[in-house]
């Protein structure tokens, strides 16, 4: 290995970075491959090809806004997760959420 690093100038140093670098790079794809290899034979042994097994999940779809700012009809809300700022400034004013329903 490398005796005393402190020793190699800037240059030196971001030489071997490149070096080490592109070694990691090159390690990595062939542990992907390997691996990769050992899960399509894992996949087969079971009756499957790879791609079965990892298939992308279906995409969610998108859920429709039920709330808009009246200041803003750009701020929507679908009704999930946390209130926006502006939907708590809203109803603190006074205001009930069904009159945000779009």
Not at 18 to 32: E, G, P
Not at 36 to 52: H, M
Not at 83 to 89: D, I, L, N, Q
């Amino acid at each position: 290995m490398l005796e005393n690093i402190n020793d190699y100038s800037l240059e030196d140093l971001k030489k071997i970075k490149k070096q080490v670098d592109q070694a990691i790079n090159t390690y990595k794809s062939r542990a992907m491959a390997n691996a990769r290899k050992e899960l399509e034979k894992t996949a087969k042994s079971l009756g499957f090809s790879l791609s079965e097994i990892v298939a992308i999940a279906p995409v969610k779809s998108k859920v429709a806004a039920k709330y808009a700012n009246p200041e803003d009809p750009s701020q929507t809300w679908t009704g999930r997760g946390r209130k926006p700022r502006w939907v708590e400034a809203f109803i603190q004013k006074g205001n009930t959420l069904k009159d945000l329903e779009i």
